[in-house]
């Protein structure tokens, strides 16, 4: 399937109880039932001897309920004993017609929520009683075979470390690795196979002009550089490996680099690239158009703009600002629809002198007054200034240091009828607070991705630069001056973590 898409999609490889967020994203809502009713199945526990323990509908299972919200949750069945609970998460456990949900202590209210909607999805039609943890029923243990002891700490995956970039040979079997330090996008070269290796996962990175048959062979290089673990870092062998191609890197793989797309659709070999871009010429492939892609948080991204003619063609819809006065370029800009407008030239506006969050109609507002004001200066403006301006001597007497009132009414109504600044400057949402760079500021709840009232009027791949200097510092750890001097792939890591990315 992948060979007759021409290895444009990225590949991955999963082990259950190993899945990344990307992945649980996809499906939103995820259930993972015990056992199989495929006749492999069947036939394996036949031959190995086990149990069938099988979910069944009617029968007793317990499902650990995690998450962080109505785009990400999962329920995964566990072992029907007290020594499966955990106090950080919450959990289903149903035999017959009894139902029960445990709450730990260490859990929230948004995973109280999480597990009213999987009960809508595994037991529909039943009433739950709702167990504290240690308050819970006799009957709730009796199900769970008596009291035992369980766990706390919430189960986390293993963190990604520093990333390492490995040339990748493979010859008769033999996987033969070169490690590239301080290594950069430009290292990436289309005649070879890179891997990637950050510890919990590891990207498999295949170039355009590798032979087919190698490409077919992208997920064993992966696998047998897990076996190998040529840096001795313990690694997995069921850590996740992803196959990209280049020409389809995904940005959970480009944030570890400061990316150039364009220079992975470049034609010719390595050094013809390289040629090209020292003579400035950078001649791209058309690129095929690709579904929308899914955020993290499972919500799809904004559709893309229709596929028309990116030419600076002018079309008799389209305004025509060449040539023009400021004035009539800041008026077109504001009045001029949008949607008309050429994707590759921005529309004409008028700069402004304090970069604040404002709201949509207030911004609209405050940018065409400003326009009008223009406009209308530039045609009631009376002769230049310069015709009133008294040359200055070395030495000005007591009579020629004064003005005549005729002088000043003129130079006063000069200046009435020049654009004031203040005009353009737009308008600030009323109480709402400024960090120091004069950027709104909001609190963390409302920046996450999984926030249900989230900030209006953001730059979203901006969100921290929205939170204030104490806030920022109580949840990163650090300082923002020291965060903006780290890479971009450990700030984009950081985000990540605070699902700020």
């Known amino acids: 399937m992948v060979e007759s898409l021409k290895f444009l999609p990225t590949q991955a490889c999963f082990y259950e109880g190993n899945e990344p967020l990307q992945f649980f994203a996809i499906f939103q809502s995820f259930i993972v039932f015990k056992g199989g009713v495929s006749k492999g199945y069947k036939n394996y526990i036949a031959e190995k001897e086990l149990s069938d323990d099988t979910y069944s509908e009617d029968g007793l299972a317990l499902f650990r309920v995690q998450g962080s919200g109505p785009d990400n949750m999962q329920a995964i069945q566990v072992e029907p004993v007290a020594s499966s609970l955990n106090s950080s998460y919450c959990y289903i456990l149903h035999s017959g017609s009894s139902l029960f949900t445990w709450s730990g202590n260490l859990t929230s209210s948004e995973s109280q929520e999480i597990v009213e909607r999987q009960l809508d999805l ?88 590798v032979e087919s048959k190698t490409k077919m062979n992208a997920l064993a290089i992966g696998q047998k550089f897990l076996e190998r673990d040529f840096l001795h870092e313990k690694l997995s062998l069921q850590a996740p490996i992803y196959i990209v191609m280049e020409g389809s890197e995904p940005i959970y793989f480009t944030r570890f680099f400061s990316w150039d797309s364009t220079k992975s659709a470049m034609h010719g070999n390595s050094f013809q690239r390289k040629l090209a871009i020292l003579k400035g010429d950078t001649p791209v492939l058309d690129k095929p158009k690709r579904r929308t892609p899914v955020s993290y948080t499972g919500r799809s991204a904004a559709p893309e703009k229709s596929n ?9 819809d389209r305004v025509r600002v060449r040539g023009r006065s400021p004035a009539f370029n800041a008026l077109a800009a504001t009045f001029e629809n949008s949607n008309a407008r050429n994707l590759s030239t921005p529309p004409p506006m008028v700069r402004k002198i304090f970069p604040k969050s404002v709201t949509p109609d207030s911004a609209k507002l405050a940018s065409r007054s400003a326009a009008i004001a223009a406009l209308t200066s530039s045609f009631e403006q009376p002769p230049p200034a310069r015709q009133f301006i008294i040359p200055r001597s070395p030495k000005l007497g007591p009579e020629t240091s004064k003005s005549t009132p005729e002088t000043i009414s003129r130079q006063n109504s000069v200046e009435e009828s020049k654009p004031k600044p203040e005009t353009i400057q737009e308008d600030v949402k009323e109480n709402e607070a400024e960090d120091d760079e004069g950027l709104p500021v909001h609190p963390y709840e409302r920046l996450k991705t999984t926030s249900t009232d989230p900030a209006e009027d953001i730059d979203v791949t901006k969100r921290e630069t929205y939170l204030s200097r104490d806030e920022f510092k109580e949840k990163f750890g650090i300082t923002k001056d020291v965060f903006y001097k780290m890479p971009k792939w450990k700030q984009n890591k950081l985000k990540m973590a605070l699902q700020l990315f």
């Open 308 to 316: 028309r003619s990116r030419s600076m063609s002018f079309s008799p």
């Open 122 to 209: 595994i037991k529909p039609n039943m009433q739950s009683k709702l167990q504290k943890e240690g308050a819970e029923s006799e009957q709730f243990w009796d199900l769970l075979g008596g009291k035992s002891e369980y766990a706390s700490l919430k189960i986390v995956r293993e963190a990604e470390a520093d990333p390492h970039l490995f040339s990748c040979t493979l010859t008769k079997g033999d996987l033969k690795v070169t490690e590239v330090y301080n290594f950069s996008q430009d290292d990436l070269m289309t005649e070879d196979i890179f891997i990637l290796d950050c510890h919990s996962d590891i990207y498999v990175w295949v170039g355009q002009q």
